[in-house]
T-cell receptor, first 114, second 108 residues
Framework: NAGVTQTPKFRILKIGQSMTLQCAQD?????MYWYRQDPGMGLKLIYY???????DKGEVPNGYNVSRSTTEDFPLRLELAAPSQTSVYFC?????????????FGQGTRLTVV | KNEVEQSPQNLTAQEGEFITINCSYS?????LHWLQQHPGGGIVSLFM???GKKKHGRLIATINIQEKHSSLHITASHPRDSAVYIC??????????FGEGTQLTVNP
C-alpha cells in the first residue's frame, strides 16, 4: 500500500492563479482531511470528508474548495491564490473519523504564492 | 490561549538522555494523539491514547484525564529522534486540534 499520496510536493503560484492539490489514499478510508501548517502554528483543518460525496468546512475554509467523488481521492482547489495561502498543506485519512483510530498523513505540499 | 499547549517549544539533548515533552489541553477530549514530523516534513502517528500509558520501543506516552495533561517520553535518545513532536486532541465531531509542536534536536 502506498498510504496517502500528495502531489505536487512543491509549487510556486502567482497571485490570482488557481491550482489543485491532489490527494489519494489506497487504504479504503472513509475519512479524509486537508490541513495547512504555518510556521510556528499548529495544523489547522481546512476541509474534511466523511465519505464519497460528503464534504464539510473546517476551521479555515475560505479561499479553498474540495470535492470527494470517490473514496480514494480528495483534491483541494485554490481558485484565486493569495499570499496568505502560502503554507505547507497536508492531506490525511483515517478509517473512522479520527475517533480512536490512527491518522495517516501525506508527505505535504509546500506552496508559495508570490 | 490555545486549546492545546506544548512545552518546551524547543529542546536540545545529548544522545542517551531521557527526554520529556509535555502537552496540556483545556477542552474535553475523547483521545489524544502524539505525532512525529520528520525533518523532510512527513507526519507519522506515534500514539493514540485515551487513558493511562502506552509504550512502543523507546517511546512512552502517558495521559492524565483529570489534570488534562499528557507527556511523551523518549528513553536513551538518539540523533535519529530529532524531529518535531506534535500533540493533538480529539474532540467531538472527529476533529483534531493541534499543538504548535516541540522541536527536538538530539546531538551525538
Amino acid at each position: 500500500n502506498a498510504g496517502v499520496t500528495q502531489t505536487p510536493k512543491f509549487r510556486i503560484l502567482k497571485i490570482g492563479q488557481s491550482m489543485t492539490l491532489q490527494c489519494a489514499q489506497d487504504m479504503n478510508h472513509n475519512y479524509m482531511y486537508w490541513y495547512r501548517q504555518d510556521p510556528g502554528m499548529g495544523l489547522k483543518l481546512i476541509y474534511y470528508s466523511v465519505g464519497a460525496g460528503i464534504t464539510d468546512k473546517g476551521e479555515v475554509p475560505n479561499g479553498y474548495n474540495v470535492s470527494r467523488s470517490t473514496t480514494e481521492d480528495f483534491p483541494l482547489r485554490l481558485e484565486l491564490a493569495a499570499p496568505s495561502q502560502t503554507s505547507v498543506y497536508f492531506c490525511a485519512s483515517s478509517s473512522a473519523g479520527q475517533m480512536n483510530t490512527e491518522a495517516f498523513f501525506g508527505q505535504g505540499t509546500r506552496l508559495t504564492v508570490v | 490561549k490555545n486549546e492545546v499547549e506544548q512545552s518546551p517549544q524547543n529542546l536540545t539533548a545529548q544522545e542517551g538522555e531521557f527526554i520529556t515533552i509535555n502537552c496540556s489541553y483545556s477542552v474535553g477530549i475523547s483521545a489524544l494523539h502524539w505525532l512525529q514530523q520528520h525533518p523532510g516534513g512527513g507526519i507519522v502517528s506515534l500514539f493514540m491514547l485515551s487513558s493511562g500509558k502506552k509504550k512502543h520501543g523507546r517511546l512512552i506516552a502517558t495521559i492524565n484525564i483529570q489534570e488534562k495533561h499528557s507527556s511523551l517520553h523518549i528513553t536513551a535518545s538518539h540523533p535519529r529522534d530529532s524531529a518535531v513532536y506534535i500533540c493533538a486532541v480529539e474532540t467531538s465531531g472527529s476533529r483534531l486540534t493541534f499543538g504548535e509542536g516541540t522541536q527536538l534536536t538530539v546531538n551525538p
